[in-house]
């Protein structure tokens, strides 16, 4: 399976932007698929996850302003970033979790200038 994860670029605060993470080589249907994100010098840490029933669960940081959602017939994972502020200014990555296996994607840089 491979995670292709786009959509980032650079945006100012306030704006908006959707990233997408396709899944290729198996559905990921059965999956939680998450968005986690890194900024330099910093650890990665998670944002939000959608389950293979579509529950979402957000980080406090981003609630309010990030959806997170799914297409199953595109076989991708969406996230919609609003209200976009400079600290949220990161590498975004994709992650597949199965019960027994969990795979990365290679990640999108997101810069939010104030």
């Known amino acids: 399976v491979q995670l292709q994860a786009s959509g980032g670029g650079l945006v100012q605060a306030g704006g908006s932007l959707r990233l997408s993470c396709a899944a290729s080589?198996?559905?990921?249907?059965?999956?939680?698929m998450g968005w986690y994100r890194q900024a330099p010098g910093d650890q990665r840490e998670w944002v939000a996850v959608?389950?293979?029933?579509?529950?979402?669960h957000y980080a406090d940081f981003v609630k309010g302003r990030f959806t997170i959602s799914r297409d199953s017939a595109k076989n991708t994972v969406y996230l919609q970033m609003n209200s976009l502020k400079p600290e949220d200014t990161a590498v975004y990555y994709c992650?597949?979790?199965?019960?027994?296996?969990?795979?990365w994607g290679q990640g999108t840089l997101v810069t939010v200038s104030s």
């Open positions: 992650n597949a979790q199965w019960v027994l296996s969990s795979k």
């Open positions: 080589g198996t559905s990921i249907s059965s999956a939680d």
């Open positions: 959608i389950t293979s029933r579509s529950n979402t």
